[in-house]
């Protein structure tokens, strides 16, 4: 982890969670650490310029908004292939996520894409459609049966323990 | 849900104006009033439409390592292990998918051995068969935002 004064820690608890009910959220969480409206946003934006955080903003529920076909999908990529089919793939725009992660015994699939789509017909569809496109025939789609837990990760715990 | 909440929720996912008044500067945005944008975002929350808003943060820019964890259960056991893995600390995304490996969970903390140890810990619970720790090696594409 990054090194960080304890106020920033006091500032991250804050912002990975929900935004204070008040219409000026920023003064709200000032108040709350002991910082000027001013440094609380600063520094936000700092994080934002920085990458550190990738976005503000709010995060939306997507199974209560019609995307309940999200499908897992592994792709079995020739190594020479995979800077290619990388690029490709994500440039669809209903691929979400895109990685390379090593093979392993018995699963030789190495990138991954997240498909978002209405339904698990329509997924697999656009599947088959990136395999014709791509060229890379040897894949699994791995339907979303249950959602066990989705929550955003707590970077500072409220007792400071460690993650 | 109508056009202009539609409007407000792709407007406010990336774009969450990081000023003193943000209310007022996204009615500004839109030609309407704070009061009413505050109250549609209210309303929104309370249903769950939007379940947060604030910082989504890059793990490895604070620091933190992650993986993807695959997990072969004991059909006759794989909801008590994903009851076991969602008390775990760190886990953030776990799905149920149509797989041998039936548990996916990605699997978040402040230095890799840890998480290391954590994945090797769970191989040897009953129930489960085989599990597979994928990081990424590279990472192409995250969009985080959805037009709806």
């Known amino acids: 982890m990054i090194e960080l004064t304890e106020k920033e820690r006091e500032l991250i608890r804050c912002i990975q969670a929900d935004l204070p009910d008040d219409k000026r959220p920023f003064l709200a969480i000032a108040k709350k650490i002991g910082w000027t409206e001013d440094e609380v946003m600063a520094r936000i934006i700092k994080w934002m310029e920085q990458g550190i955080i990738k976005r503000f903003g709010a995060l939306v529920r997507h199974q209560n908004l019609g995307f309940e076909g999200n499908a897992m999908v592994a792709w079995s990529v020739p190594e020479p292939d995979v800077e290619r089919a990388g690029r490709q793939m994500s440039g669809y725009p209903f691929i979400s996520h895109c990685y390379e992660r090593e093979i392993r015994p018995g699963w030789p699939y190495n990138i991954y894409t997240m498909i978002h789509a209405a339904n698990p017909d329509e997924a697999r569809s656009l599947a088959q459609e990136v395999a014709k496109d791509t060229g890379i025939k040897d894949f699994q789609i791995l339907h979303t049966v249950k959602e066990w837990k989705k929550k955003s990760m707590e970077y500072i715990l409220e007792e400071d323990q460690d993650v | ?148």
């Open chain 2, 1 to 148: 849900m109508d056009d202009i909440d539609k409007k407000i929720i792709n407007h406010i996912q990336s774009r969450f104006p990081v000023q003193p008044e943000p209310y007022r500067a996204i009615a500004g945005h839109f030609g309407m009033t704070e009061e009413e944008v505050w109250l549609r975002i209210k309303r929104l929350r309370k249903r769950g439409l939007i379940r947060r808003i604030g910082a989504v943060f890059d793990s490895a820019g604070l620091g933190f390592y992650s993986t993807l964890v695959a997990v072969k259960t004991d059909p006759a056991m794989t909801e008590k292990v994903a009851e076991k893995i969602n008390s775990l600390p760190g886990v953030t995304h776990h799905y149920q998918r149509d797989n041998a490996y039936s548990l996916w969970f990605t699997l978040t903390g402040a230095d890799r051995e840890k998480i290391d140890d954590t994945v090797l810990d769970i191989g040897k619970w009953a129930g489960v068969f085989d599990i597979m720790n994928l990081p990424a090696n590279k990472t192409f594409k995250i969009k985080v935002d959805f037009q709806i």
